[in-house]
């Protein structure tokens, strides 16, 4: 699946204050949006790379320049996956609770 799919199903849920909660601050961010920055950065980093090694074979670019875009792109592309796991696994220690 392509990481142009995720972002546009990244949705956020807007919070209600209930009795005893403050709205967020008018300049916070929340969750989904840090999410969205995360697959953007990734998604980014992926599209430099496949420039750097396009602009490589064509001669226009350095070998060093395009593996350091490429190693780039793979600790991106590591780091997401590592957020998406922690998340799993919030998930399933939330879904464990007794209610």
């Given amino acids: 699946m392509a990481i142009e799919h995720l972002a546009g199903s990244i ?26 920055r995360l697959v953007g950065a990734a998604e980014s980093s992926n599209a430099a790379a ?10 226009r670019g350095d070998v060093h320049d395009a593996m350091i875009a490429l190693q780039r792109a793979d600790l ?12 799993v696994q919030a998930y399933q220690e939330i879904m464990r609770m007794p209610v």
């Fill in 11 to 36: 949705q956020t849920v807007p919070l209600v204050p209930g009795p005893g909660r403050q709205a967020p601050a008018a300049g916070a961010q929340g969750f989904g949006d840090s999410l969205a």
């Fill in 50 to 59: 496949n420039t750097a090694v396009s602009d490589m074979l064509d001669g």
């Fill in 76 to 87: 991106t592309l590591q780091f997401t996956v590592q957020v998406r796991n922690k998340l």
